[in-house]
Every structure is written in C-alpha cells, then in structure tokens.
C-alpha cells in the first residue's frame, strides 16, 4: 500500500487514527456481488428494490464494511500485522453516490499481547454512520 509507514507496537499511543474515503459507485456494487456471490435482489435488481424499504437498490452492508479494512492496513503500517477480529452494526443503508469515509482509532493497547482494539466507524457524506464496531488487531515484531 503506498503511504503505509514504518512503526512499531510501542510507538502505538491510544488516540492514532487512519481514515479512509471512497464513493460507491454502480460498477462496485455489480463487481462485490461478483466478487462474493451475493446476488440478493436487494443490491442487483433495481425493479425489486424499489418495493422494499428503502425504495431503491442498497450496497451490500459488507460492501461497506470492507473500507475498514482499509484502514486497519493504515493504521497497522509496516511490519504489520494482523486483523484479528471485528464487531459489525449495520446502522443506516448505503445507495450509489454516497462518498464513505471508514475511521480506525486505537482505543486500548495490549502490550502483552502486542494487540490494540479500533473504535471503528463508517460514515456517509452528511456525517451519518452507517457501520460501526470495535476491531482487534496484532502487530508483528518483524
């Protein structure tokens, strides 16, 4: 990834954040259901979207999610590391144009461990998060 530095586990300060914004497009939604296999008529067809909820068709939730893992590789750097685990909240849909912005923020450090918890966020263009959850990630020495 260009731009990940170099940093190790004891420079880790409770407070570090990575961000990271992206819009989704119609061609991502259409390649994430190739891509995973879910074609749930919810995400792909337009004339079944427009009956439910939300009246048009909605990004995949974990479409969405996916930007945290982007910003746990920032917030990892170099050597890196691992993603251990993730909690996931579906707050709010996502629709095509939406520009997210996926947040990371150290909030516990594990020394022992060599392992810190992320508060995680995904929010949408007016500041409405879509995705929330905590994250659990191990650093790697080398």
Avoid at 7 to 28: L, M, N, P
Avoid at 36 to 42: I, K, T
Avoid at 71 to 94: D, S
Avoid at 120 to 127: E, H, K, M, P
């Amino acid at each position: 990834m260009a731009g990940i530095g170099i940093k190790s586990f004891e420079e880790f300060r409770i407070g570090d954040t990575a961000t990271f914004s992206k819009t989704i497009t119609d061609a991502e939604i259409t390649l994430f259901a190739a891509v995973s296999g879910d074609h749930y008529p919810l995400h792909v067809d337009e004339e079944y979207a427009k009956t439910t909820r939300f009246g048009r068709r909605a990004a995949h939730g974990m479409l969405s999610a996916s930007l945290l893992s982007t910003v746990q590789g920032m917030i990892l750097q170099r050597p890196g590391g691992i993603y251990v685990e993730q909690t996931l909240h579906f707050r709010r849909p996502v629709f095509v144009g939406d520009t997210l912005t996926a947040t990371s923020e150290v909030t516990e450090l594990l020394p022992e461990q060599r392992r810190f918890r992320c508060k995680t966020t995904v929010v949408n263009q007016r500041g409405e998060v879509v995705v929330d959850g905590q994250a659990l990630l191990q650093k790697d020495e080398r």
